[in-house]
């Protein structure tokens, strides 16, 4: 895995969607400067609550190894992870995942991984929203990391209720049967899995796509999130 960070400037098409649409910082609002790179001010940057505890492991994360956040799901990281799920701004997957890498690569050991694979995000709702966050994010931890990201091994089945509402029982039914191997699954044998999703809350989600990994014969998974509540 790579553990160099690079910040690739604004290319063509984006100034000239600036100049009509000046960048704004995804936390305060604040219009950003013409070439910043990422969608988020310098001091509110500075002010994200970092999660700073490396790969660990959780024991509400069941089956998975160990779990990396880069920040508590509180304050200013509340806001921007809001504004990236339900504002119709996938471009600030980008700026997630670098500030996600930022803190990554402070760790000194950083486990091997095979593929990085997302936490899918049910067809319907995909429509609606225009995309899946999760599956953005790989896919700029993908580039940043040279770990190939692979879509469509896991799959969900239907709509489910928001996790962080129900009680614990409740939390399972709602996602029996939810998630499915996809085809091509057979590549997961023996592999060691990176799993990423935007939150972690409850822990159920990552739980239940760890246990249909490793009925599929994956060797490890860990897993990675933006925050943490």
Same mark, same amino acid.
């Given at each position: 895995?790579?553990?160099?960070?690079?910040?690739?400037?604004?290319?063509?098409?984006?100034?000239?969607?600036?100049?009509?649409?000046?960048?704004?910082?995804?936390?305060?609002?604040?219009?950003?400067?013409?070439?910043?790179?990422?969608? @988020?001010? *310098?001091?509110?940057?500075? /002010?994200?609550? +970092?999660?700073? %505890? &490396?790969?660990?492991?959780?024991?509400?994360?069941?089956?998975?190894?160990?779990?990396?956040?880069?920040?508590?799901?509180?304050?200013?990281?509340?806001?921007?992870?809001?504004?990236?799920?339900?504002?119709?701004?996938?471009?600030?997957?980008?700026?997630?995942?670098?500030?996600?890498?930022?803190?990554?690569?402070?760790?000194?050991?950083?486990?091997?991984?095979?593929? @990085?694979? *997302?936490?899918?995000?049910? /067809?319907?709702? +995909?429509?609606? %929203? &225009?995309?899946?966050?999760?599956?953005?994010?790989?896919?700029?931890?993908?580039?940043?990391?040279?770990?190939?990201?692979?879509?469509?091994?896991?799959?969900?089945?239907?709509?489910?209720?928001?996790?962080?509402?129900?009680?614990?029982?409740?939390?399972?039914?709602?996602?029996?049967?939810?998630?499915?191997?996809?085809?091509?699954?057979?590549?997961?044998?023996?592999?060691?899995?990176?799993?990423?999703?935007?939150?972690?809350?409850?822990?159920?989600?990552?739980?239940?796509?760890?246990?249909?990994?490793?009925?599929?014969?994956?060797?490890?998974?860990?897993?990675?999130?933006?925050?943490?509540?």
């Amino acid at each position: 895995m790579k553990h160099k960070l690079f910040y690739k400037p604004p290319g063509l098409p984006e100034k000239l969607i600036r100049l009509l649409f000046p960048a704004k910082c995804m936390v305060c609002d604040r219009i950003l400067i013409e070439n910043s790179v990422l969608y @988020i001010c *310098p001091s509110c940057k500075k /002010s994200l609550p +970092k999660y700073e %505890r &490396g790969f660990v492991k959780n024991f509400e994360v069941q089956l998975v190894d160990k779990l990396f956040a880069g920040f508590y799901y509180k304050e200013g990281m509340e806001t921007a992870i809001h504004t990236m799920k339900f504002n119709n701004h996938p471009r600030l997957t980008q700026t997630m995942s670098m500030l996600l890498w930022e803190e990554l690569i402070k760790e000194e050991s950083i486990p091997r991984f095979d593929c @990085i694979v *997302p936490v899918p995000m049910y /067809s319907k709702k +995909k429509r609606q %929203r &225009g995309y899946n966050q999760t599956e953005l994010l790989a896919k700029q931890l993908s580039v940043l990391s040279g770990v190939e990201m692979r879509t469509g091994l896991l799959l969900k089945n239907r709509m489910t209720k928001p996790q962080s509402r129900l009680k614990r029982k409740e939390r399972l039914e709602n996602l029996k049967g939810a998630f499915s191997l996809g085809k091509g699954s057979e590549y997961l044998e023996g592999k060691h899995v990176l799993l990423v999703d935007d939150v972690v809350t409850t822990g159920t989600t990552l739980t239940t796509c760890a246990k249909i990994l490793r009925e599929q014969g994956v060797c490890s998974v860990y897993a990675i999130v933006i925050a943490i509540a």
